[in-house]
């Protein structure tokens, strides 16, 4: 089944410790996205990449970083430098194009202990 | 600044009544208006969308109505149901690029 998928769905940082979050697409789309979502919040926007090998900051990057090597696949990393990691992450996929719907994983839970 | 502006940030509804989910939007240059369904520890999934050049959509229950002139657009949901007890966020999405931005989201909660 086309798709994306997240993993894992629950992590558990020691503080101090980065963490990588995987995001793997078969949907053959063009555009990668992390947001941030926080118990009772609306989605902030991390990062986002348009094409391989290329992306943007969002309004929340600082303490995160990502990678785009392949276009299927768009890993985030929070790294000791976020001071509230903890939060449900979501990514997410869109085809290039006017009016094509963004679609999401289930996403992954992220707990600093 | 909060680009699109959603309203009520929480809603009860009794079964069977009508929920009302409004967004308003400032930039003309959004040419895609899309809803999402998010049931707790899951991903956000698409429920409707609208594109600007229509004033209503409808989808079973689920009614998109769409002002231009206002820049709003709301959700209707007729005929609530308990399984419809969820957190809903509107969105849009420009023409050129590909960036959504959206609501803060609407907890709703529909009692038997």
């Known amino acids: 089944d086309g798709g994306i998928t997240q993993s894992p769905k629950y992590l558990f940082r020691k503080e101090g410790q980065n963490v990588t979050l995987s995001c793997e697409q078969n949907?053959?789309?063009?555009?990668m996205y992390w947001y941030r979502q926080d118990p009772g919040q609306g989605l902030r926007l991390i990062y986002y990449?348009?094409?391989?090998?290329?992306?943007q900051k969002g309004d929340i990057a600082e303490g995160y970083s990502v990678s785009r090597e392949k276009k299927e696949s768009f890993p985030l990393t929070v790294t000791s430098a976020q001071k509230n990691p903890t939060a449900f992450y979501l990514c997410?996929?869109?085809?290039?194009?006017?009016?094509?719907?963004?679609?999401f994983g289930e996403g992954s839970w992220l707990t600093v202990v | 600044q909060q680009q699109v502006k959603q309203s009520p940030q929480s809603l009860i509804v009794q079964k069977g009544g009508i929920s009302i989910i409004n967004c308003a939007y400032e930039?003309?240059?959004?040419?895609?208006f899309p809803w999402y369904q998010q049931f707790p520890g899951k991903g956000p999934a698409l429920l409707i969308a609208?594109?600007?050049?229509?004033s209503e959509k409808k989808e079973g229950r689920f009614t998109i109505s769409f002002n231009k002139s206002a820049k709003q657009f709301s959700l209707h949901i007729m005929d609530s149901q308990p399984g419809d007890s969820a957190t809903y966020f509107c969105?849009?999405?420009?023409?050129?690029?590909?960036?959504?931005?959206f609501g803060t989201g609407t907890s709703l909660t529909v009692i038997p």
């Open positions: 930039n003309t240059a959004f040419d895609y």
């Open positions: 949907l053959n789309h063009d555009a």
């Open positions: 990449s348009q094409i391989v090998n290329d992306f």
């Open positions: 969105a849009a999405a420009l023409k050129t690029g590909n960036q959504f931005y």
């Open positions: 609208i594109r600007p050049d229509v």
């Open positions: 997410a996929s869109t085809t290039t194009g006017l009016g094509n719907t963004i679609y």
